[in-house]
């Protein structure tokens, strides 16, 4: 089964950058092609949890919610099978809860409904203040 653990969140100032890390452990991860795609999502108390981005693991395509376009960046290390979320010019509407995610269907494009990820680490949380 596979098993995901966010790090990296933290209290930081408006403006400030935070990279968050999710280890990928587990499951049928190494199949080569490896099908998986990994998403990051965000929930802020009251608010329904948002895409952020994701990324395809065996070609690197990208896909970035609206909202965090520019600041944001995805990527992933295929060696020690971790995928990062930089998160730069950071501002309070950002605080919320980190959560990585997995999908392992391969579909031609990537998914912005957590419905589709059934796999789910337990998050991390990032504060920011200004």
């Known amino acids: 089964q596979l098993q995901l653990v966010e790090s990296g969140g933290g209290l930081v100032q408006s403006g400030y950058s935070l990279l968050l890390s999710c280890a990928v452990s587990g499951g049928p991860f190494t199949w080569d092609p490896n099908p998986y795609d990994l998403a990051w999502f965000r929930q802020a108390p009251g608010k329904e949890n948002e895409f952020v981005a994701a990324?395809?693991?065996?070609?690197?395509?990208?896909s970035y919610g609206d909202s965090i376009k520019g600041r944001f960046t995805i990527s992933r290390d295929s060696a020690d099978r971790l995928v990062y979320l930089s998160l730069n010019n950071l501002k309070p509407d950002d605080t919320a809860v980190y959560s990585c995610?997995?999908?392992?269907?391969?579909?031609?494009?990537?998914?912005?409904?957590?419905?589709?990820?059934?796999?789910w680490g337990r998050g991390t949380q990032v504060t920011v203040f200004s």
């Open positions: 995610a997995a999908n392992p269907h391969d579909w031609l494009s990537l998914s912005r409904s957590p419905g589709d990820y059934p796999s």
């Open positions: 990324i395809k693991w065996r070609n690197g395509a990208a």
